[in-house]
């Protein structure tokens, strides 16, 4: 368990890095059709923005940078679009394609608390000071 324990902090950024990764892909994807998509959002709809909360998120997540602040908004932008989008569709999340933006959403609130791990910008900054 020692092992395992010692391991936490280092595997709490690892998670971070590869949510804001597919997070950010997931606005690009909107955004500018890479990777490749069949639909691009049209600009200033509500798909739009929060693609570019995804991009300008999901960028910040990935590096640890603001990690708190991005994924509080990111955290907000995914029980939104849950609610807004999926929830309508069907009851159980399995159905209604927001099993994703359920698990960004507490991903993401999780990050609020436990913060960015060693392997982050915001570390690297607080150990400077």
């Known amino acids: 368990m020692d092992t395992l324990n ?7 950024s690892i998670l971070r890095m ?11 994807q909107k955004l500018v059709g890479i990777p490749a998509s069949q639909r691009v ?8 923005f929060a ?8 960028a910040a997540i990935l590096v640890g940078f603001q990690t708190r602040a991005a994924a509080f908004l990111a955290s907000g932008t995914m029980a939104v679009a849950y609610w807004l989008a999926h929830a ?11 099993d994703a933006a ?8 999780y990050l609020v608390f436990a913060g960015p791990g060693p392997w982050s910008v915001d570390a690297a900054m607080r150990s400077k000071s």
């Open 6 to 12: 010692a391991w936490q902090p280092r595997i709490l």
């Open 51 to 58: 693609g570019v909360i995804e991009i300008v998120c999901g």
């Open 18 to 28: 590869v949510s804001g990764l597919i997070f950010l892909l997931h606005g690009t």
């Open 88 to 98: 309508p569709r069907d009851f159980y999340p399995t159905n209604n394609g927001g």
């Open 102 to 109: 359920i698990l960004y959403c507490f991903v993401f609130l």
């Open 41 to 48: 959002v049209e600009a200033y709809s509500l798909p739009w």
